[in-house]
């Protein structure tokens, strides 16, 4: 896979990069055009980044700028180019844009201006920068700067667009969701330069980090925890296409038949996650922090522990690692099914979201996160394992305890 983004500044060229980072994705940042091409021309594979230095130039300057860079790429031989822009647009986001657009020959270029976690929204054409600001009118602005007008982009339609004998398409966004669809949107055309913020870049990153979860080794994911947050999250990671989900029972008759399909499951390369039964029903039924007495879980998870133990004795090797989420679940599975004596290169993955080697009393060695049930964005999962790819070669390497 070949990634370049283009950047009109070093702190917006870090921060699209940062993104990718996050899923233990490699990025390389250059700003010297020459060790550029001579990347591109050497590597089969990459993620790159370019900074035009290019933000407080005149607008001609800029789109120059922009336009000797895409003219000495071998362009066709690139899988995906993101061209930055600024979500508050500063310094020439229009004129780089249309450069951009002109080099790559696409018709219509996306365009993407949002950043919803920041409170960035592009509604109906018009890019909001926060309570109290203006909104911006796209083609208003593309007008006066540019004589230009733009298309929209819809995504229930069957062409993405409504407007497609335009240079370039806004495309609405006001959650992160909305940009993940308008990533589907610009797979699913072979349409693949695409312009915009660290939002899309955001949602660029997710796509391609679950895509190389296809072939990377599976991880286990045992849910014990019943808060409303963890059944937001593990729906998220459903939703992937990572994964397949099985519910855990109390009756031991059908656990032969159970680790029998999470072993095939595990073999295809999908990570499976195993859940008590009612989970989503209680996540789902309960406002209320649902707090149960940590002896009625060890109670409950007898028949849980019987079926780990015997799953991780027939495929400990073929799983990278492990995440756990609950606290009284985790417990068990260190203490009583796993043994672990020790954990090591603790690491911070996100709120309430944390990694760790650990090695048992008999010497295997583990890769572990530990999520607490109501901590964590919605993405906790996807993380977690990220978290696991990025270590898992830890795992085969005698720890230092």
């Known amino acids: 896979m070949k990634l370049l983004i283009i950047a009109d500044d070093i702190t917006g060229l870090n921060s699209v990069g940062a993104e990718f980072a996050r899923f233990g994705l490699k990025v390389k940042n250059i700003i010297d055009i020459n060790y550029l091409i001579s990347f591109i021309e050497a590597e089969d594979s ?18 120059n700028k922009v336009s000797e860079v895409m003219n000495a790429l071998p362009i066709q031989d690139l899988d995906w180019i993101l061209k930055q822009s600024d979500s508050a647009f500063q310094g020439n986001v229009l004129p780089e844009i249309l450069a951009f657009q002109k080099a790559i020959s696409v018709k219509p270029l996306l365009f993407a201006p949002a950043c919803p976690s920041i409170g960035r929204i592009t509604k109906d054409g018009k890019h909001h920068i926060g309570s109290g600001e203006q909104p911006i009118d796209l083609n208003e602005l593309a007008s006066e700067n540019c004589g230009k007008r733009f298309g929209k982009l819809v995504l229930d339609n069957s062409r993405g667009s409504s407007v497609a004998d335009l240079d370039i398409e806004i495309a609405d966004a006001e959650t992160d969701k909305d940009l993940e669809n308008i990533i589907k949107c610009a797979v699913s055309r072979e349409h693949q330069f695409i312009a915009g913020s660290v939002g899309i870049a955001k949602a660029l990153a997710l796509y391609l980090f679950i895509e190389t979860c296809r072939t990377a080794p599976p991880s286990l994911i045992v849910v014990g925890s019943f808060q409303k947050n963890t059944y937001s999250q593990f729906d998220f990671l459903e939703k992937s296409g990572l994964v397949k989900s099985f519910e ?112 048992s009393e008999k010497g295997k060695n583990y890769c572990l996160v530990t999520k607490a049930g109501t901590w964590g964005t919605k993405d906790a999962f996807i993380f977690s394992l990220a978290w696991i790819q990025q270590n898992t070669q830890k795992k085969s390497q005698r720890l230092d305890v």
Do not use: W
Not at 46 to 63: K, Y
């Open 46 to 63: 990459f993620i790159l980044g370019f900074d035009t230095n290019s933000r407080d130039l005149n607008p001609i300057e800029a789109a």
């Open 248 to 359: 855990v029972t109390s009756d031991d008759d059908k656990h032969e038949v159970l680790l029998r399909n999470v072993m095939y499951s595990l073999n295809d390369g999908f990570s499976v996650a195993l859940f008590p039964k009612d989970f989503k029903k209680t996540s789902l039924g309960k406002e209320q922090y649902p707090i149960l007495p940590r002896s009625t879980i060890k109670r409950n998870f007898a028949s849980y522990k019987a079926l780990l133990t015997q799953l991780l004795s027939m495929a400990d090797d073929l799983i990278a690692g492990i995440v756990v989420a609950g606290g009284a679940t985790s417990e068990i599975l260190f203490r009583d099914v796993l043994n672990v004596n020790m954990l090591t290169d603790v690491t911070h993955i996100s709120d309430g979201v944390t990694g760790m080697l650990a090695q």
